[in-house]
């Protein structure tokens, strides 16, 4: 992977002032909100919401791509691929969602105990995802729950702290969007383009498929690579 200098090291040492921050940021938030009395649900080895589908920057990607060994290279491989098919006939973000959830299973980068084998390096969105609730309510398909249920869970939730109706910290996803918007921007900066999508297929492609030595010769380059591959899909990737 290149990586150990140039643009994409700028981009690495970007994510990392970024993770660093945000770790800080949620464990003073944490700590103030138990503080006055509130609940976080989170601990580790709790992986329900590892269900849902990841989707992060190209440079978080690569700073986890160095992290892998043959065998999260090998489960990585096969996500992509299982995923690859099961978007083929999908355009709206919300089926891909539900599909993710209830076909892809648990995320590819779990150990055998459920917890994250990539943990120092995951991505913002996963550190910033600080739930009010049970983890029961992370693995919940609202599509499937009753109208009372539905309700009383909305009901229950403190609205002055979460991305209602969801029961995740707003501030915190807020604040990791806020810094992947950086990270775009600079990435564009730096290589003229932007790359942003689901991050087995990330993984996938920078692993498999040279993706992050593509990203120095350009964007056609880089959507050459993508199409190859089977990835061409804006559910799954986006360039811009």
């Known amino acids: 992977m290149a990586a150990s200098n140039g643009p994409s090291a700028e981009l690495l040492e970007l994510v990392k002032e970024q993770q660093a921050f945000l770790e800080m940021l949620a464990r ?81 980068l779990l150990d055998a105990s459920g917890s994250c084998s990539v943990y120092p390096v995951r991505p913002l969105t996963c550190r910033a995802l600080i739930s009010t609730k ?23 939730l403190d609205r002055q702290v979460v991305n209602y109706p969801s029961h995740y910290v707003a501030v915190l996803q807020e604040s990791a969007q806020e810094l992947e918007d950086v990270e775009n921007r600079r990435m564009h900066e730096l290589f003229g383009f932007s790359l942003y999508g689901n991050l087995g297929v990330l993984l996938e492609l920078i692993c498999q498929h040279r993706l992050a030595e593509a990203c120095l010769e350009g964007r056609a380059t880089v959507e050459a690579v993508i199409a190859a591959a089977g990835f061409e899909h804006p559910l799954l990737l986006t360039v811009g």
């Open 28 to 108: 003073s938030w944490v700590s103030d909100y138990r503080a006055s009395g509130g609940s976080i649900f989170c601990s580790k080895g709790c992986r329900n919401c590892c269900s849902l589908a990841v989707h992060t920057g190209f440079a978080e990607a690569l700073a986890i791509a160095s992290y892998l060994d043959d065998n999260l290279r090998q489960a990585v491989s096969a996500y992509a691929s299982k995923l690859k098919a099961l978007v083929g006939g999908v355009s709206a973000l919300p089926e891909y969602l539900r599909l993710h959830r209830r076909e892809m299973g648990y995320c590819p």
């Open 134 to 156: 049970e983890s029961c309510w992370c693995a919940t398909d609202f599509a499937t729950v009753s109208a009372s249920d539905r309700d009383g869970y909305l009901a229950s």
